[in-house]
């Protein structure tokens, strides 16, 4: 019995940590889901501006090189273009 409680309670201590996604993985997630290639599970490189009216603007940079601005207005828009 000792053994069933201590098990339940790794378990339950390792959960968040085995589901924890980084900013990289989620910004890397957005711009694939908008259909864009991203070429891995994560953003290399992550610079990110907030404006007066409250939008913030990230700019990434994919493993493939391929770099991307993704725009969070106030409301939740969220929008994805290719940076030059």
């Given amino acids: 019995m000792k053994t069933i409680i201590l098990l339940g309670l790794l378990l339950v201590g390792l959960a968040p940590n085995a589901w924890a996604v980084t900013d990289a993985q989620d910004i890397a997630t957005t711009i694939r ?3 864009y ?3 891995g599970d994560a953003v290399t490189n992550i610079s990110e501006s907030t404006d007066a009216s409250g939008t913030r603007t990230i700019l990434a940079t994919c493993p493939n ?3 991307y601005r993704i ?3 106030p409301e939740g828009r969220v929008s994805v273009q290719p940076a030059r």
Wanted: charged share 25%.
């Fill in 33 to 35: 889901l908008r259909g």
């Fill in 37 to 39: 290639e991203c070429g």
């Fill in 65 to 67: 090189g391929q770099r």
């Fill in 71 to 73: 725009v969070v207005t």
